[in-house]
C-alpha cells in the first residue's frame, strides 16, 4: 500500500517530545512541529524537501515544520537496529515570541530561520548532543527542558552546520500533489534496481510525459533521470562500504545499465570512482 502525505497532529499540549526511533522509515509526510533528528545504528537514505543524500551512523538534523521529508532506512537481515536513532518533536509556538526576541535566544532564532531549508550538523555535534537526547526521553518536566536548551546550545553554536534544501525552495501545501510525490517516491524507492522509463513513472503519477517531467523537477528540484540515478548511487554507497561485492554485481543490483554508466554516474555524484570510494573504507 502506497503511503499518503500526512500532517502529524501533535498539539500544544504535547510540549518537547523526545522518543527513540525503531520504523523502517521511508513515509513520506509532513507535520507543523520542527523535528530534530539523530541516527546513530542505521544507514539510507533521507529526502527533505528538495534535498536527497546518503545517511550514516551519527547523522543529525534540523527541519522546521511543514517541510515534506522521510527516511528510507536499508535492512540487514530484513530489520532495522531497534532504538536506531532518537527524535524531538516541539512547536515554535511553545517557546513564544517575547521570549525568542530576547537577546540571549538571537542565535537559536538564526538556527531556527535557517531551519526552513534543513539544517545538517557534523558527527562530531551528533556525538555531543546524543547523550542529552537520550536524556530527554527519560526525563520530565524541568529536568527535560534543561536538557533541550542544552541540545539547542550545541546546534545554535553549531559551526560546521550546513542547509540541506535548495535556496529558492518553497514548501507547497498542495495535498493532492503532496500524494503524487508520495506515489512517485514510493514506487521509485521499491523499484530503483530495475528500468524505470519516463512513461511508467509518468503513469504513476497519472500524468503525462511532458506534464511530469516538468512538475517532478519543481518539486523535486532535480529531473527525474537525475533523481533515480542519485538513490541509485547511494544505495551503491551503502554496499560499497557495508558488503565484499564486485563492483560490476553492485551496478547491476543498483540498476545501472551498464558497468560503464555506473562508473560515469558515480563519478559526477560521488567525485571518485566506486572502486577508490570503496578504498577510503577499506583501508
Not at 198 to 213: Q, T
Request: proline content about 3%; aromatic content about 12%; overall charge negative.
Amino acid at each position: 500500500m502506497l503511503a499518503e502525505l500526512e500532517k502529524i497532529p501533535v498539539g500544544e499540549e504535547a510540549g518537547f517530545r523526545a522518543d527513540y526511533l525503531n520504523d523502517s522509515g521511508g513515509f513520506w509526510h509532513f507535520h507543523p512541529e520542527i523535528e530534530l533528528t539523530l541516527n546513530t545504528k542505521s544507514y539510507g537514505t533521507r529526502i527533505i524537501g528538495d534535498n536527497v543524500e546518503l545517511f550514516d551512523q551519527w547523522d543529525m538534523t534540523l527541519i522546521a515544520g511543514n517541510i515534506p521529508h522521510c527516511w528510507n532506512h536499508y535492512k540487514v537481515d530484513g530489520t532495522v537496529p531497534e532504538n536506531h536513532g532518537i527524535s524531538v518533536h516541539f512547536s515554535i509556538n511553545s517557546l513564544g515570541d517575547s521570549f525568542l526576541n530576547q537577546f540571549e535566544m538571537r542565535n537559536p532564532k538564526i538556527l531556527f530561520a535557517e531551519a526552513e531549508r534543513g539544517i545538517a550538523f557534523s558527527v562530531q555535534e551528533a556525538k555531543q548532543a546524543e547523550k542529552h537526547l537520550e536524556r530527554m526521553v527519560e526525563l520530565n518536566g524541568l529536568d527535560k527542558l534543561i536538557e533541550f536548551f542544552t541540545i539547542l546550545r550545541i546546534l545554535s553554536n553549531s559551526e560546521k552546520r550546513r542547509p540541506l534544501c535548495s535556496e529558492n525552495y518553497k514548501v507547497a501545501f498542495d495535498e493532492k500533489g503532496n500524494k503524487k510525490m508520495t506515489d512517485v517516491y514510493t514506487y521509485i524507492r521499491e523499484n530503483y534496481a530495475k528500468q524505470i522509463s519516463l512513461e511508467e513513472i509518468s503513469h504513476i503519477a497519472k500524468m503525462s510525459p511532458f506534464s511530469f517531467s516538468r512538475y517532478f523537477k519543481k518539486n523535486s528540484g532535480a529531473g527525474f533521470v537525475e533523481y533515480l540515478n542519485q538513490v541509485r548511487t547511494n544505495k551503491a554507497c551503502y554496499l560499497l562500504r557495508e558488503t565484499e561485492d564486485q563492483v560490476n554485481e553492485i551496478a547491476i543490483f543498483c540498476g545501472f545499465a551498464s558497468i560503464s554508466n555506473f562508473n560515469k554516474q558515480f563519478r559526477k555524484l560521488v567525485g571518485i570512482s566506486p572502486s577508490d570510494y570503496r578504498l577510503q573504507y577499506k583501508s
